[in-house]
């Protein structure tokens, strides 16, 4: 184990070398914010824009067209 993880590392400093890379440039990303939203998201449902979109897609992998599904009790907003 240890004889593979010194291995790694040589290769890895190899690379670093080769792509003129600095250790901080090849570091893992730090968290970031993905997105800034000024309000929560609603709720996804028959009209939505998105779902228009994607549900050909849905559709053409098998699954039931989702514009035509009847929603489920639990799926309801009204309560």
């Known amino acids: 184990m240890a004889a593979e993880l010194a ?5 890895n400093a190899r690379l ?3 792509l003129e890379l600095s250790r901080r440039q090849a570091a893992p ?3 970031a914010q993905a997105g800034f ?3 929560p998201p609603g709720a996804v449902h028959q009209d939505s824009p998105k779902l228009a ?3 050909p897609g849905y559709a053409g992998l098998g699954f039931p067209d989702p514009r ?3 929603p489920t009790p639990s799926a309801s907003t009204d309560s």
């Open 7 to 11: 291995l790694l590392r040589a290769e």
């Open 16 to 18: 670093l070398k080769m």
């Open 29 to 31: 990303p730090g968290p």
């Open 37 to 39: 939203f000024d309000a």
């Open 53 to 55: 979109k994607r549900a």
């Open 68 to 70: 035509r599904l009847t």
